[in-house]
C-alpha cells in the first residue's frame, strides 16, 4: 500500500533550524514530484516548496532564502531543511507525492500524516 512517512518535526528557539524527511513505500513505482505543505491553525494549507523528479525545485515566498528542500530518487525520499526559522512557521508540515502505484497503476497524488514543528522561545 502506498504510504508516506514524515519526521523530524519538533520544537525549536527561533532562529535555530530543523531537517524534515519524507520517505515514500516502495509500493510506488515511481514518482512525478514530491513536496512540503504546511497548515497553521485557522490557516489553509499552503505550499512550501517541490522538488520534480529531474530535480526542478520550487519554493514559495515564505521560505525562499530560508529553505532548501532535496531529494533521492533512488531512495524514493524528500527532505526539507529550514534555517532561521520563525514563530510564523509555525505549522503541521505535510509531504506531499504525486507518485504511480505499482500495485495498481494508478497516478495520484498522496499525502502523509503530517509532522508538527513548533518556533517558540
Known amino acids: 500500500q502506498v504510504q508516506l512517512v514524515e519526521s523530524g518535526g519538533g520544537l525549536v528557539q527561533p532562529g535555530g533550524s530543523l531537517r524534515l524527511s519524507c520517505t515514500a513505500s516502495?509500493?510506488?513505482?515511481?514518482?512525478?514530484?514530491m513536496g512540503w505543505y504546511r497548515q497553521a491553525p485557522g490557516k489553509q494549507r499552503e505550499l512550501v516548496a517541490t522538488?520534480?523528479?529531474?530535480?526542478?525545485?520550487d519554493y514559495a515566498d515564505s521560505g525562499k532564502g530560508r529553505f532548501t528542500i532535496s531529494g533521492d530518487n533512488a531512495k524514493n525520499t524528500v527532505w526539507l531543511q529550514m534555517n532561521s526559522l520563525k514563530p510564523e512557521d509555525t505549522a503541521v508540515y505535510y509531504c506531499n507525492a504525486r507518485a504511480t502505484s505499482a500495485i495498481t497503476l494508478m497516478t495520484q497524488n498522496y499525502w502523509g500524516q503530517g509532522t508538527q514543528v513548533t518556533v517558540s522561545s
Open positions: 522538488i520534480t523528479n529531474g530535480g526542478s525545485k
Open positions: 516502495r509500493s510506488i513505482s515511481s514518482i512525478n514530484v
